[in-house]
């Protein structure tokens, strides 16, 4: 089984920063992508960032220029560092592993966290 920890939501005021941070843990053998999404009172969820193993990296245009997703490799986490923040920023936000192999002959599986709460005050 694999978990994903989430850290980081909290309150800030508009125009802040803050930093997600999400750690996979259990038997994985590989993850192909790692990333965030969000979903805001009344909306769907919503892709925000997303990184590849290789290196590449995919965000909503509501964040571009503005948020920045790193991910470790080594350690299987994924970090989202969110600066200048909106009040429309404000949402629960996801980490999701996707395409995770806990072997090599086994299919592929999405897991997600429970959910980290980021609110942006006016």
């Known amino acids: 089984q694999v978990h994903l920890v989430e850290s980081g939501g909290g309150l800030v005021q508009a125009g802040g920063s803050l930093r997600l941070s999400c750690a996979a843990s259990?038997?994985?053998?590989?993850?192909?992508?790692m990333g965030w999404y969000r979903q805001g009172p009344g909306k769907q969820r919503e892709l925000v960032a997303i990184t590849a193993g290789g290196g590449g990296t995919d965000y909503a245009d509501s964040v571009k220029g503005r948020f920045t997703i790193s991910r470790d490799n080594a350690k299987n986490t994924v970090y989202l560092q969110m600066n200048s923040l909106k009040p429309e920023d404000t949402a629960v936000y996801y980490c999701a592993a996707l395409r995770v192999k806990i072997d090599i002959f086994l299919s592929p599986r999405d897991y997600w966290g429970q959910g980290t709460q980021v609110t942006v005050s006016s």
């Open positions: 259990g038997s994985i053998f590989s993850i192909d992508r």
